[in-house]
């Protein structure tokens, strides 16, 4: 795409992952000041909404507004050019959504133009699926491979990135280059549970195989204080909001 926007210094992007408005509000303030940005999703907004969004976008945070459209090629197109009307820095869509909807996705987002256009991410395997789950659903394992090979597709559609577990980082950068996004979820601390992601690493080790974005969820918001949780990442990884 062109005229691609820019990420935050910080990589961390923390998952408010409740569909209780004023928790998000209270979550994104506590930790703004460690995290470079907040990713809203498919709970948060059936819950509350356009509006719901705005008002985390309000607040000063980039926002990645993670809903994985998956549909006809207009009809994601015209929910590419919705969300980002509401100022989502990022959104994303199924890769396997295939090439049509890819080159809808895109052209939306270009249409918006200027520096209001969002990163437009495609989503691969998801991180809680393993070689198992792929094949039950009739996709053809192992996962890294099907992740690379859908990380092609996007990039040869013109999106900017892709949405992808730890372990496919090196991969995804050997095929697709340095300046291809990488969103990667799964991402735990060593101090952290695992809880129901099968796929995961430290944000250290994710960062340093070259991550662009780090999206952290329970770490930081099951904490005790997520605040302080978000800094203690941070300061692993070296920045600062």
């Known amino acids: 795409m062109t005229n691609t926007p820019s990420l935050p210094t910080n990589p961390v992007f923390v998952a408010l992952d409740t569909p209780d408005l004023d928790r998000a509000v209270a979550l994104a303030h506590a930790v703004r000041g460690h995290v470079g940005g907040v990713k809203t999703g498919l709970e948060f907004f059936s819950a509350n909404g356009a509006d719901g969004v705005r008002a985390i976008v309000d607040l000063g945070l980039p926002v990645f507004l993670d809903l994985k459209f998956h549909d006809i090629p207009n009809t994601v197109a015209g929910a590419i050019r919705a969300v980002a009307g509401l100022g989502a820095a990022v959104v994303n869509v199924h890769a396997s959504g295939g090439p049509a909807m890819l080159d809808a996705a895109r052209d939306a987002a270009e249409s ?8 437009v991410i495609a989503v691969t395997v998801l991180t809680s699926m393993d070689d198992g789950d792929l094949s039950a659903v009739g996709q053809t394992p192992p996962a890294e491979e099907q992740v690379v090979r859908l990380a092609q597709l ?16 090196e991969p995804i950068r050997a095929a697709c280059g340095p300046e291809f996004k990488l969103i990667v979820p799964g991402i735990r601390p060593d101090w952290a549970a695992s809880g129901d992601q099968k796929r995961i690493t430290t944000p250290r080790q994710a960062r340093d195989r070259g991550a662009d974005m780090l999206v952290i969820g329970r770490p930081i918001t099951g904490a005790d ?12 990884l070296g920045v600062s909001a």
């Open 112 to 119: 918006v133009g200027g520096t209001s256009r969002p990163l």
């Open 154 to 169: 996007t990039q040869n559609h013109g999106l900017d990135g892709v949405v992808c577990s730890p372990a496919e980082i």
């Open 225 to 236: 204080d997520p605040a302080a949780a978000a800094a203690r990442i941070a300061e692993e």
